[in-house]
Protein backbone atom coordinates (compact mmCIF):
# COMPACT_ATOMS: atom_id res chain seq x y z
CA UNK A 1 0.00 0.00 0.00
CA UNK A 2 1.52 3.30 -1.07
CA UNK A 3 1.51 5.92 1.71
CA UNK A 4 2.09 9.80 1.21
CA UNK A 5 1.51 13.42 2.16
CA UNK A 6 -2.04 14.43 3.10
CA UNK A 7 -4.08 17.00 1.51
CA UNK A 8 -5.83 19.62 3.45
CA UNK A 9 -7.86 21.05 0.98
CA UNK A 10 -9.65 19.99 -2.55
CA UNK A 11 -7.03 19.96 -5.77
CA UNK A 12 -8.44 19.91 -9.02
CA UNK A 13 -6.01 17.70 -11.80
CA UNK A 14 -6.54 18.03 -15.40
CA UNK A 15 -3.65 16.56 -17.18
CA UNK A 16 -2.65 18.93 -19.79
CA UNK A 17 -2.21 16.73 -22.67
CA UNK A 18 -5.85 15.72 -22.83
CA UNK A 19 -7.96 18.83 -21.29
CA UNK A 20 -9.82 20.48 -24.44
CA UNK A 21 -7.15 17.82 -26.88
CA UNK A 22 -9.56 16.88 -29.88
CA UNK A 23 -10.98 13.77 -30.83
CA UNK A 24 -8.35 11.46 -32.66
CA UNK A 25 -8.99 8.15 -33.55
CA UNK A 26 -5.21 5.90 -33.79
CA UNK A 27 -7.24 3.12 -34.77
CA UNK A 28 -7.50 1.97 -38.54
CA UNK A 29 -9.39 -0.67 -40.88
CA UNK A 30 -8.86 -1.50 -44.00
CA UNK A 31 -11.47 -0.21 -46.93
CA UNK A 32 -10.83 -3.10 -49.20
CA UNK A 33 -9.24 -0.77 -51.76
CA UNK A 34 -5.69 -1.30 -50.20
CA UNK A 35 -6.14 1.70 -48.39
CA UNK A 36 -7.46 2.22 -44.40
CA UNK A 37 -10.15 4.08 -43.00
CA UNK A 38 -11.13 5.02 -39.54
CA UNK A 39 -12.65 2.38 -37.16
CA UNK A 40 -14.23 2.73 -34.21
CA UNK A 41 -14.27 1.10 -30.63
CA UNK A 42 -17.70 -0.79 -29.95
CA UNK A 43 -20.34 1.26 -28.37
CA UNK A 44 -22.74 0.05 -26.01
CA UNK A 45 -26.61 0.99 -27.59
CA UNK A 46 -28.91 -0.69 -25.14
CA UNK A 47 -29.96 -4.38 -26.04
CA UNK A 48 -29.51 -7.81 -25.12
CA UNK A 49 -26.25 -9.46 -25.64
CA UNK A 50 -25.05 -12.99 -25.37
CA UNK A 51 -22.12 -13.98 -22.68
CA UNK A 52 -22.41 -18.01 -21.91
CA UNK A 53 -24.54 -19.64 -24.73
CA UNK A 54 -25.38 -22.24 -26.69
CA UNK A 55 -25.60 -22.61 -30.47
CA UNK A 56 -28.05 -24.70 -31.66
CA UNK A 57 -27.20 -25.78 -35.31
CA UNK A 58 -29.71 -27.44 -37.82
CA UNK A 59 -28.47 -28.57 -41.13
CA UNK A 60 -31.44 -27.77 -43.28
CA UNK A 61 -31.74 -29.77 -46.93
CA UNK A 62 -28.79 -31.65 -48.51
CA UNK A 63 -25.84 -32.57 -46.30
CA UNK A 64 -23.69 -35.52 -46.36
CA UNK A 65 -22.25 -36.99 -42.70
CA UNK A 66 -18.62 -35.54 -43.65
CA UNK A 67 -20.13 -32.49 -44.45
CA UNK A 68 -21.64 -32.13 -41.30
CA UNK A 69 -18.90 -33.34 -39.17
CA UNK A 70 -16.88 -30.94 -40.65
CA UNK A 71 -19.35 -28.10 -39.93
CA UNK A 72 -19.56 -29.69 -36.21
CA UNK A 73 -16.08 -29.71 -35.81
CA UNK A 74 -15.55 -26.31 -36.96
CA UNK A 75 -18.32 -25.12 -34.57
CA UNK A 76 -16.94 -26.92 -31.38
CA UNK A 77 -13.64 -25.46 -31.99
CA UNK A 78 -14.95 -21.75 -31.97
CA UNK A 79 -16.98 -22.40 -28.95
CA UNK A 80 -13.67 -23.97 -27.22
CA UNK A 81 -11.67 -20.52 -28.51
CA UNK A 82 -14.69 -17.96 -27.03
CA UNK A 83 -14.70 -20.23 -23.87
CA UNK A 84 -10.71 -19.51 -23.44
CA UNK A 85 -9.35 -22.48 -24.41
CA UNK A 86 -5.77 -22.51 -25.51
CA UNK A 87 -5.51 -19.17 -24.78
CA UNK A 88 -1.97 -17.90 -24.32
CA UNK A 89 -0.87 -16.94 -21.04
CA UNK A 90 -2.15 -13.68 -19.49
CA UNK A 91 -4.36 -13.27 -22.65
CA UNK A 92 -8.24 -13.40 -23.59
CA UNK A 93 -10.04 -14.58 -26.10
CA UNK A 94 -11.11 -10.75 -27.58
CA UNK A 95 -14.46 -11.08 -27.25
CA UNK A 96 -14.13 -11.57 -23.46
CA UNK A 97 -13.84 -7.76 -23.11
CA UNK A 98 -17.47 -6.99 -24.14
CA UNK A 99 -18.75 -10.13 -21.82
CA UNK A 100 -18.52 -13.18 -24.36
CA UNK A 101 -17.65 -15.71 -21.59
CA UNK A 102 -18.61 -19.42 -21.98
CA UNK A 103 -20.09 -21.32 -25.25
CA UNK A 104 -21.20 -24.56 -25.83
CA UNK A 105 -22.17 -26.21 -29.40
CA UNK A 106 -25.79 -28.58 -28.94
CA UNK A 107 -25.64 -31.71 -31.05
CA UNK A 108 -26.45 -31.33 -34.46
CA UNK A 109 -29.84 -31.69 -35.75
CA UNK A 110 -31.42 -32.39 -39.79
CA UNK A 111 -34.21 -31.36 -41.21
CA UNK A 112 -35.58 -32.02 -45.21
CA UNK A 113 -33.20 -34.24 -45.95
CA UNK A 114 -34.32 -34.58 -49.68
CA UNK A 115 -33.44 -30.85 -50.33
CA UNK A 116 -34.97 -27.93 -52.09
CA UNK A 117 -33.42 -25.29 -54.00
CA UNK A 118 -33.60 -21.41 -54.33
CA UNK A 119 -33.50 -18.80 -51.95
CA UNK A 120 -34.42 -18.13 -48.55
CA UNK A 121 -35.89 -15.33 -47.30
CA UNK A 122 -36.39 -13.83 -43.57
CA UNK A 123 -39.83 -15.47 -43.53
CA UNK A 124 -38.72 -18.67 -45.02
CA UNK A 125 -35.99 -18.85 -42.45
CA UNK A 126 -37.94 -18.34 -39.42
CA UNK A 127 -40.36 -20.25 -40.53
CA UNK A 128 -38.04 -23.16 -41.22
CA UNK A 129 -37.09 -22.69 -37.31
CA UNK A 130 -40.75 -22.29 -36.36
CA UNK A 131 -41.53 -25.95 -37.69
CA UNK A 132 -38.86 -27.59 -36.43
CA UNK A 133 -39.37 -26.01 -33.42
CA UNK A 134 -42.70 -27.02 -33.48
CA UNK A 135 -41.90 -30.60 -33.64
CA UNK A 136 -39.68 -31.11 -31.21
CA UNK A 137 -36.74 -31.33 -33.01
CA UNK A 138 -35.32 -27.89 -32.73
CA UNK A 139 -34.74 -26.37 -28.96
CA UNK A 140 -36.74 -23.12 -28.33
CA UNK A 141 -35.45 -20.04 -28.07
CA UNK A 142 -33.92 -18.27 -25.22
CA UNK A 143 -32.33 -15.38 -23.96
CA UNK A 144 -28.73 -17.73 -23.58
CA UNK A 145 -29.46 -19.79 -26.95
CA UNK A 146 -28.46 -19.04 -30.48
CA UNK A 147 -30.49 -21.19 -33.53
CA UNK A 148 -27.99 -21.37 -36.20
CA UNK A 149 -29.87 -22.24 -39.18
CA UNK A 150 -27.43 -24.17 -41.80
CA UNK A 151 -28.77 -24.38 -45.58
CA UNK A 152 -27.73 -26.98 -47.43
CA UNK A 153 -26.86 -27.43 -51.50
CA UNK A 154 -28.67 -25.68 -53.23
CA UNK A 155 -29.94 -23.11 -50.91
CA UNK A 156 -28.63 -19.41 -50.51
CA UNK A 157 -29.78 -16.72 -48.21
CA UNK A 158 -28.15 -13.76 -50.20
CA UNK A 159 -29.53 -11.88 -53.19
CA UNK A 160 -33.14 -9.88 -54.03
CA UNK A 161 -35.88 -10.51 -51.13
CA UNK A 162 -33.37 -12.76 -49.21
CA UNK A 163 -32.86 -12.75 -45.56
CA UNK A 164 -29.49 -11.51 -46.01
CA UNK A 165 -29.32 -8.71 -48.75
CA UNK A 166 -26.12 -9.13 -50.25
CA UNK A 167 -24.70 -10.98 -47.03
CA UNK A 168 -23.00 -14.74 -47.20
CA UNK A 169 -24.12 -15.10 -44.15
CA UNK A 170 -26.63 -12.76 -41.45
CA UNK A 171 -28.35 -12.97 -38.41
CA UNK A 172 -31.50 -11.32 -36.81
CA UNK A 173 -33.60 -11.61 -33.97
CA UNK A 174 -37.88 -12.38 -33.70
CA UNK A 175 -37.40 -10.43 -30.25
CA UNK A 176 -35.25 -9.28 -27.69
CA UNK A 177 -34.54 -12.83 -26.45
CA UNK A 178 -35.29 -14.95 -29.51
CA UNK A 179 -32.14 -15.26 -31.98
CA UNK A 180 -30.96 -16.47 -35.05
CA UNK A 181 -28.40 -16.70 -37.86
CA UNK A 182 -28.24 -18.64 -40.90
CA UNK A 183 -24.83 -19.73 -43.25
CA UNK A 184 -25.38 -21.48 -46.38
CA UNK A 185 -23.49 -24.32 -47.21
CA UNK A 186 -21.58 -22.30 -50.10
CA UNK A 187 -19.85 -19.94 -47.48
CA UNK A 188 -16.54 -20.07 -46.32
CA UNK A 189 -16.40 -22.36 -42.42
CA UNK A 190 -15.09 -18.17 -41.69
CA UNK A 191 -18.93 -16.53 -42.21
CA UNK A 192 -19.76 -18.75 -39.13
CA UNK A 193 -17.61 -17.22 -36.99
CA UNK A 194 -18.45 -13.83 -37.85
CA UNK A 195 -22.28 -14.53 -37.61
CA UNK A 196 -21.86 -15.78 -34.22
CA UNK A 197 -19.28 -12.81 -33.24
CA UNK A 198 -22.02 -10.37 -34.18
CA UNK A 199 -24.79 -12.26 -32.92
CA UNK A 200 -22.62 -12.41 -29.29
CA UNK A 201 -22.59 -8.89 -29.28
CA UNK A 202 -25.62 -7.78 -31.19
CA UNK A 203 -28.31 -10.48 -31.18
CA UNK A 204 -31.03 -8.23 -31.03
CA UNK A 205 -30.14 -6.50 -34.42
CA UNK A 206 -31.77 -3.04 -35.40
CA UNK A 207 -34.21 -3.62 -32.42
CA UNK A 208 -32.30 -1.01 -30.59
CA UNK A 209 -30.50 3.11 -31.40
CA UNK A 210 -26.90 2.32 -33.16
CA UNK A 211 -25.33 -0.85 -33.96
CA UNK A 212 -23.09 -3.11 -31.41
CA UNK A 213 -21.96 -5.83 -34.66
CA UNK A 214 -17.93 -6.78 -33.76
CA UNK A 215 -17.14 -8.03 -37.45
CA UNK A 216 -18.70 -5.38 -40.35
CA UNK A 217 -15.99 -2.78 -40.20
CA UNK A 218 -13.44 -5.25 -40.19
CA UNK A 219 -13.98 -7.33 -43.23
CA UNK A 220 -11.73 -6.49 -45.81
CA UNK A 221 -8.81 -7.57 -42.75
CA UNK A 222 -7.12 -11.08 -43.46
CA UNK A 223 -8.87 -13.79 -41.36
CA UNK A 224 -7.02 -14.96 -38.34
CA UNK A 225 -5.73 -18.77 -38.51
CA UNK A 226 -5.60 -20.49 -34.84
CA UNK A 227 -3.74 -23.77 -35.47
CA UNK A 228 -4.55 -25.02 -31.94
CA UNK A 229 -8.14 -25.45 -33.04
CA UNK A 230 -7.29 -27.11 -36.03
CA UNK A 231 -9.46 -30.72 -36.49
CA UNK A 232 -7.05 -32.63 -39.08
CA UNK A 233 -9.36 -35.93 -39.02
CA UNK A 234 -12.23 -33.59 -40.58
CA UNK A 235 -9.77 -31.52 -42.60
CA UNK A 236 -10.92 -28.32 -40.69
CA UNK A 237 -8.02 -25.81 -40.76
CA UNK A 238 -9.28 -23.45 -37.87
CA UNK A 239 -10.09 -19.92 -38.91
CA UNK A 240 -11.72 -16.68 -37.17
CA UNK A 241 -12.76 -13.51 -38.77
CA UNK A 242 -10.77 -10.04 -37.19
CA UNK A 243 -13.10 -8.03 -35.45
CA UNK A 244 -13.19 -5.00 -33.45
CA UNK A 245 -11.06 -4.79 -30.25
CA UNK A 246 -11.34 -1.69 -28.24
CA UNK A 247 -8.37 -2.01 -25.99
CA UNK A 248 -6.55 -1.27 -29.20
CA UNK A 249 -9.09 1.70 -29.99
CA UNK A 250 -11.20 -0.11 -32.01
CA UNK A 251 -8.99 -1.50 -34.59
CA UNK A 252 -9.29 -5.06 -35.90
CA UNK A 253 -8.05 -7.90 -34.04
CA UNK A 254 -4.96 -9.72 -36.10
CA UNK A 255 -4.43 -12.28 -33.20
CA UNK A 256 -7.98 -13.23 -31.67
CA UNK A 257 -6.65 -12.61 -28.58
CA UNK A 258 -6.53 -9.09 -25.63
CA UNK A 259 -4.06 -8.41 -22.49
CA UNK A 260 -5.21 -9.63 -19.22
CA UNK A 261 -2.77 -7.00 -17.62
CA UNK A 262 -4.35 -5.09 -14.47
CA UNK A 263 -2.46 -2.71 -12.60
CA UNK A 264 -3.51 -0.73 -9.23
CA UNK A 265 -2.93 1.46 -6.77
CA UNK A 266 -4.51 2.09 -3.43
CA UNK A 267 -4.51 4.95 -1.14
CA UNK A 268 -1.98 7.03 -3.05
CA UNK A 269 -2.03 10.64 -2.49
CA UNK A 270 -3.45 13.04 -5.39
CA UNK A 271 0.41 13.78 -6.68
CA UNK A 272 0.93 10.21 -6.49
CA UNK A 273 -1.98 9.45 -8.38
CA UNK A 274 -1.12 12.27 -10.91
CA UNK A 275 2.42 10.76 -11.43
CA UNK A 276 1.15 6.75 -12.19
CA UNK A 277 -1.66 8.41 -14.33
CA UNK A 278 0.75 10.45 -16.44
CA UNK A 279 3.67 7.70 -16.55
CA UNK A 280 0.57 4.62 -16.90
CA UNK A 281 -1.34 6.68 -20.01
CA UNK A 282 1.84 7.33 -21.93
CA UNK A 283 2.36 3.62 -21.46
CA UNK A 284 -1.08 2.67 -22.86
CA UNK A 285 -3.13 1.88 -19.87
CA UNK A 286 -6.34 3.38 -19.11
CA UNK A 287 -8.74 4.06 -16.16
CA UNK A 288 -11.12 1.14 -15.31
CA UNK A 289 -12.17 2.40 -11.70
CA UNK A 290 -10.97 5.34 -9.63
CA UNK A 291 -12.30 5.97 -6.16
CA UNK A 292 -11.16 9.02 -3.85
CA UNK A 293 -12.20 8.85 -0.08
CA UNK A 294 -10.30 10.62 3.47
CA UNK A 295 -9.00 8.97 6.21
CA UNK A 296 -9.96 9.69 9.70
CA UNK A 297 -7.25 12.13 10.14
CA UNK A 298 -8.79 14.24 7.20
CA UNK A 299 -6.24 12.91 4.18
CA UNK A 300 -7.87 12.35 1.01
CA UNK A 301 -6.47 8.94 -0.76
CA UNK A 302 -7.11 7.60 -4.05
CA UNK A 303 -7.65 3.66 -5.26
CA UNK A 304 -7.51 3.58 -9.27
CA UNK A 305 -7.20 0.10 -11.47
CA UNK A 306 -5.91 0.14 -15.44
CA UNK A 307 -6.35 -2.10 -18.03
CA UNK A 308 -4.45 -1.96 -21.08
CA UNK A 309 -6.10 0.83 -24.10
CA UNK A 310 -5.40 3.95 -26.29
CA UNK A 311 -8.82 5.52 -26.07
CA UNK A 312 -8.71 9.12 -25.14
CA UNK A 313 -10.05 10.41 -22.16
CA UNK A 314 -10.54 13.16 -19.78
CA UNK A 315 -10.20 13.21 -16.20
CA UNK A 316 -11.39 15.07 -13.37
CA UNK A 317 -9.88 15.00 -10.21
CA UNK A 318 -11.24 15.87 -7.05
CA UNK A 319 -13.29 18.85 -9.03
CA UNK A 320 -16.33 21.12 -7.00
CA UNK A 321 -19.98 20.71 -7.90
CA UNK A 322 -19.28 23.58 -10.64
CA UNK A 323 -16.26 22.35 -12.32
CA UNK A 324 -17.63 19.29 -12.82
CA UNK A 325 -21.13 20.44 -14.51
CA UNK A 326 -19.27 22.61 -16.62
CA UNK A 327 -17.26 19.63 -17.93
CA UNK A 328 -20.20 17.76 -18.05
CA UNK A 329 -21.98 20.16 -20.38
CA UNK A 330 -18.74 21.16 -22.56
CA UNK A 331 -17.63 17.93 -22.86
CA UNK A 332 -21.24 15.77 -23.56
CA UNK A 333 -21.69 18.95 -26.49
CA UNK A 334 -18.82 18.09 -27.90
CA UNK A 335 -19.53 14.07 -27.84
CA UNK A 336 -17.98 12.82 -25.04
CA UNK A 337 -19.92 10.87 -21.92
CA UNK A 338 -19.23 9.98 -18.76
CA UNK A 339 -17.26 6.31 -17.81
CA UNK A 340 -16.03 7.03 -14.20
CA UNK A 341 -18.31 9.65 -11.64
CA UNK A 342 -17.77 9.15 -7.72
CA UNK A 343 -17.91 12.07 -5.48
CA UNK A 344 -16.79 12.22 -1.98
CA UNK A 345 -17.23 14.72 0.96
CA UNK A 346 -13.80 16.22 2.41
CA UNK A 347 -14.07 18.14 6.39
CA UNK A 348 -15.21 21.17 5.37
CA UNK A 349 -18.58 19.18 4.22
CA UNK A 350 -17.44 20.52 0.46
CA UNK A 351 -18.42 17.53 -1.67
CA UNK A 352 -15.68 16.76 -4.47
CA UNK A 353 -16.12 14.66 -7.81
CA UNK A 354 -13.64 12.56 -9.45
CA UNK A 355 -14.77 12.08 -12.92
CA UNK A 356 -13.51 10.56 -16.63
CA UNK A 357 -14.79 11.04 -19.79
CA UNK A 358 -14.36 9.26 -23.01
CA UNK A 359 -15.59 10.23 -26.68
CA UNK A 360 -17.97 8.39 -28.44
CA UNK A 361 -16.95 7.57 -31.88
CA UNK A 362 -18.24 10.09 -34.64
CA UNK A 363 -21.06 8.09 -35.99
CA UNK A 364 -22.97 7.90 -32.64
CA UNK A 365 -24.72 10.18 -31.19
CA UNK A 366 -24.46 10.32 -27.12
CA UNK A 367 -27.06 9.68 -24.64
CA UNK A 368 -26.91 9.94 -21.62
CA UNK A 369 -28.55 11.54 -18.28
CA UNK A 370 -26.99 12.48 -15.20
CA UNK A 371 -28.35 12.95 -11.61
CA UNK A 372 -25.46 14.04 -9.30
CA UNK A 373 -26.34 14.72 -5.27
CA UNK A 374 -29.73 13.85 -5.35
CA UNK A 375 -31.75 11.89 -2.57
CA UNK A 376 -32.76 8.25 -2.17
CA UNK A 377 -36.57 9.81 -2.88
CA UNK A 378 -35.49 11.85 -5.46
CA UNK A 379 -33.36 9.23 -7.73
CA UNK A 380 -35.90 6.71 -6.91
CA UNK A 381 -38.58 8.76 -8.71
CA UNK A 382 -36.41 9.99 -11.82
CA UNK A 383 -35.36 6.78 -12.55
CA UNK A 384 -38.43 4.86 -11.99
CA UNK A 385 -40.08 7.32 -14.71
CA UNK A 386 -36.28 6.48 -17.22
CA UNK A 387 -36.96 2.65 -16.36
CA UNK A 388 -40.13 2.88 -18.39
CA UNK A 389 -38.85 4.77 -21.25
CA UNK A 390 -36.09 2.16 -21.47
CA UNK A 391 -33.35 3.75 -19.79
CA UNK A 392 -31.28 2.06 -17.53
CA UNK A 393 -28.88 2.55 -14.73
CA UNK A 394 -24.69 2.65 -16.08
CA UNK A 395 -23.49 4.20 -12.83
CA UNK A 396 -24.89 4.69 -9.80
CA UNK A 397 -22.57 6.11 -5.98
CA UNK A 398 -23.85 6.74 -2.61
CA UNK A 399 -21.71 9.03 -0.09
CA UNK A 400 -22.75 10.42 3.03
CA UNK A 401 -22.56 14.00 4.05
CA UNK A 402 -21.26 15.34 7.14
CA UNK A 403 -24.29 15.61 8.61
CA UNK A 404 -25.44 11.60 7.67
CA UNK A 405 -27.81 11.85 5.08
CA UNK A 406 -27.31 9.85 1.78
CA UNK A 407 -26.83 11.23 -1.71
CA UNK A 408 -26.73 9.88 -4.97
CA UNK A 409 -24.82 10.41 -8.26
CA UNK A 410 -26.20 7.86 -11.07
CA UNK A 411 -25.87 8.26 -14.69
CA UNK A 412 -28.40 6.10 -17.41
CA UNK A 413 -28.26 5.22 -20.38
CA UNK A 414 -30.70 3.89 -22.81
CA UNK A 415 -31.43 -0.17 -22.31
CA UNK A 416 -33.85 -2.47 -21.55
CA UNK A 417 -31.87 -5.17 -19.67
CA UNK A 418 -33.59 -6.68 -16.23
CA UNK A 419 -32.58 -5.08 -13.48
CA UNK A 420 -32.86 -6.53 -9.48
CA UNK A 421 -31.94 -3.17 -7.32
CA UNK A 422 -31.25 -2.88 -3.81
CA UNK A 423 -30.80 0.17 -1.75
CA UNK A 424 -29.58 1.36 1.42
CA UNK A 425 -29.96 -2.34 2.86
CA UNK A 426 -27.91 -4.15 6.03
CA UNK A 427 -25.67 -6.34 5.24
CA UNK A 428 -28.08 -9.36 6.94
CA UNK A 429 -30.26 -8.55 4.26
CA UNK A 430 -28.25 -7.85 1.41
CA UNK A 431 -26.57 -11.67 1.94
CA UNK A 432 -29.90 -12.51 2.39
CA UNK A 433 -31.26 -11.03 -1.28
CA UNK A 434 -27.67 -11.94 -2.79
CA UNK A 435 -28.13 -15.54 -1.68
CA UNK A 436 -31.39 -15.91 -3.21
CA UNK A 437 -30.67 -14.02 -6.47
CA UNK A 438 -27.46 -15.50 -7.75
CA UNK A 439 -28.68 -18.99 -8.17
CA UNK A 440 -31.36 -17.58 -9.68
CA UNK A 441 -29.09 -16.29 -12.77
CA UNK A 442 -28.16 -12.62 -11.17
CA UNK A 443 -25.40 -11.28 -10.80
CA UNK A 444 -23.64 -8.05 -9.23
CA UNK A 445 -24.17 -4.82 -12.04
CA UNK A 446 -23.24 -2.33 -9.85
CA UNK A 447 -22.16 -2.92 -6.14
CA UNK A 448 -21.38 -0.37 -2.87
CA UNK A 449 -21.14 -0.63 0.42
CA UNK A 450 -20.50 2.53 2.95
CA UNK A 451 -20.63 3.59 6.47
CA UNK A 452 -23.61 5.82 7.56
CA UNK A 453 -23.83 6.72 11.64
CA UNK A 454 -25.11 3.82 13.30
CA UNK A 455 -24.72 0.95 10.86
CA UNK A 456 -23.12 -0.17 7.41
CA UNK A 457 -25.41 0.14 4.26
CA UNK A 458 -25.21 -1.85 0.74
CA UNK A 459 -26.43 -0.95 -2.69
CA UNK A 460 -26.70 -3.29 -5.38
CA UNK A 461 -27.55 -3.28 -8.47
CA UNK A 462 -28.14 -7.22 -10.42
CA UNK A 463 -28.66 -7.80 -14.19
CA UNK A 464 -29.15 -11.60 -15.67
CA UNK A 465 -25.90 -13.63 -16.31
CA UNK A 466 -24.13 -17.09 -16.03
CA UNK A 467 -20.85 -15.76 -15.69
CA UNK A 468 -18.79 -16.66 -12.57
CA UNK A 469 -18.19 -14.34 -9.60
CA UNK A 470 -15.86 -13.75 -6.33
CA UNK A 471 -16.82 -11.86 -3.65
CA UNK A 472 -15.16 -9.98 -0.52
CA UNK A 473 -16.90 -7.82 1.77
CA UNK A 474 -14.97 -5.29 4.41
CA UNK A 475 -11.73 -7.00 3.93
CA UNK A 476 -8.21 -5.51 5.88
CA UNK A 477 -5.85 -4.57 2.94
CA UNK A 478 -3.82 -7.53 3.93
CA UNK A 479 -6.94 -10.25 3.44
CA UNK A 480 -8.45 -8.33 -0.07
CA UNK A 481 -4.22 -8.52 -1.24
CA UNK A 482 -4.11 -12.06 -0.50
CA UNK A 483 -7.34 -13.15 -1.90
CA UNK A 484 -6.43 -11.22 -5.06
CA UNK A 485 -3.12 -12.96 -5.78
CA UNK A 486 -4.42 -16.32 -5.09
CA UNK A 487 -6.85 -16.29 -8.05
CA UNK A 488 -5.11 -13.33 -10.48
CA UNK A 489 -3.05 -16.50 -12.43
CA UNK A 490 -6.28 -18.27 -12.65
CA UNK A 491 -7.50 -14.99 -14.79
CA UNK A 492 -10.11 -13.45 -12.18
CA UNK A 493 -9.56 -9.82 -12.38
CA UNK A 494 -11.59 -7.12 -10.42
CA UNK A 495 -14.78 -5.84 -11.92
CA UNK A 496 -15.66 -4.13 -8.79
CA UNK A 497 -13.21 -2.45 -6.11
CA UNK A 498 -14.81 -0.31 -3.21
CA UNK A 499 -12.97 1.02 -0.20
CA UNK A 500 -14.24 2.90 2.60
CA UNK A 501 -13.08 3.86 5.83
CA UNK A 502 -14.18 2.03 9.13
CA UNK A 503 -15.52 4.61 12.29
CA UNK A 504 -12.62 3.02 13.63
CA UNK A 505 -10.29 4.48 11.03
CA UNK A 506 -9.38 1.33 9.05
CA UNK A 507 -9.79 1.59 5.35
CA UNK A 508 -11.52 -1.63 4.42
CA UNK A 509 -11.77 -3.62 0.58
CA UNK A 510 -15.14 -4.50 -0.88
CA UNK A 511 -14.26 -6.15 -4.50
CA UNK A 512 -16.14 -8.57 -6.85
CA UNK A 513 -14.18 -10.47 -9.51
CA UNK A 514 -15.00 -12.05 -12.72
CA UNK A 515 -12.85 -14.26 -14.77
CA UNK A 516 -11.25 -11.87 -17.27
CA UNK A 517 -11.15 -7.66 -18.50
CA UNK A 518 -15.18 -7.89 -18.97
CA UNK A 519 -16.01 -3.66 -19.14
CA UNK A 520 -19.40 -1.96 -18.01
CA UNK A 521 -21.59 -3.38 -19.43
CA UNK A 522 -20.67 -5.69 -21.91
Known amino acids: MRTGLGLSAFLIGFLSVLAGAPVAWAASCPDGKGGNVPCYPLQYHGGPFLETFSIHPLYYGVWSAAEIAKEQAYLESLAAYLSGKNAPAFQQPMLRQYGVDKVTVAAPKTASANGTTGTLSQKNVEDIIAANQGSGNLEAYGPHRLILLLPGAGLNASGKNSACGNGGGCHNAESTSEFWAVVPKAQELVVIGHEVFESATDPAINKFDG????????????????????????????????????????????????????????????????????????????????????????????????????????????????????????????????????????????????????????????????????????????????????????????????????????????????????????????????????????????????????????????????????????????????EYNQIYPEGWRLYVLNSYVSPSGEVLFDAVWRQGTIDRPL
Open 211 to 482: WDEAVDQCDNAPNISLPAFDVPSVGLTFQIPPATDNTIGGSCSVTGYTNLGELQDYEVTHDQFLNDYNTLYSQGWRLYILQGYVLSNGDVRYNAVWRPGVLNETLLLAGSSEQFQSQESTLYAQGWSLYILQSFIIGSGQVLYNAVWRPAPPRDQVKEQVMAGVTLQQFQSSYSALNLENWRLYILQAYVTNSGEVRYNAVVHPGDLAEDDFLEAGKVNYESEYATLNPDGWRLYIFQSFPTPGQQLYNAIWRHGTHNEKTLYGATYTTYRD
